[in-house]
């Protein structure tokens, strides 16, 4: 919600739980971070922020989907979202591993879904598209060169 990366967060559950969390968490604390992000979360309107970043993330997932809609071949499923920053696509009879290095060639990322499943032939036909950092255009720009790829690969 602030900066996803940074890896701060809160747990709301029954005291058992959290002593046992807390053994686990111990060597990760940062303490500079954590007075960082207090002091951050002091000086704003927190439901503002929200507001707004659901908006911008909003606008940026239904571009993808749109885009996914709009270019990707009917081979590809995809489904939508309860939350967070990504989609998973399934693209039947290709290994989005090897789709990843011809697409990075081209200037389009994603993570390929074997990293993901336990049976990683499942997984080897998906892969996840993030939203949260390119904008709308560079979304559709991605998904048409995206499209482009699986397509060629599909016809081989």
Same mark, same amino acid.
Not at 71 to 85: E, M
């Given at each position: 919600m602030v900066a996803p990366g940074l890896r701060i967060g809160w747990v709301a559950e029954a005291p058992e739980f959290i002593t046992t969390l807390a053994w686990f968490k111990k060597d990760l604390d940062h303490p500079f971070a954590q007075a960082t992000m207090a002091t951050y979360l002091e000086s704003i309107n927190f439901e503002k922020r929200l507001k707004t970043l659901r908006g911008t993330y909003q606008?940026?997932?239904?571009?993808?989907?749109?885009?996914?809609?709009?270019?990707?071949?009917?081979?590809?499923?995809?489904?939508?979202?309860?939350?967070?920053?990504?989609?998973?696509v399934r693209i039947a009879?290709? &290994?989005?591993?090897?789709?990843? =290095? /011809?697409? #990075? %060639?081209?200037? $389009?990322?994603?993570?390929?879904?074997?990293?993901?499943?336990?049976?990683?032939?499942?997984?080897?036909?998906?892969?996840?598209?993030?939203?949260?950092?390119?904008?709308? &255009?560079?979304?559709?720009?991605? =998904? /048409?060169? #995206? %499209?482009?790829? $699986?397509?060629?690969n599909l016809s081989l």
């Open positions: 606008t940026k997932f239904w571009a993808l989907l749109s885009a996914l809609d709009q270019y990707l071949p009917k081979s590809a499923s995809w489904y939508i979202p309860d939350g967070g920053y990504f989609v998973w009879g290709i &290994d989005t591993s090897q789709l990843l =290095i /011809q697409a #990075l %060639s081209e200037g $389009v990322s994603f993570v390929p879904g074997k990293y993901f499943f336990l049976d990683q032939q499942i997984g080897s036909e998906c892969l996840r598209l993030s939203f949260s950092y390119a904008d709308q &255009d560079e979304i559709v720009k991605g =998904i /048409q060169k #995206l %499209s482009t790829i $699986v397509k060629r």
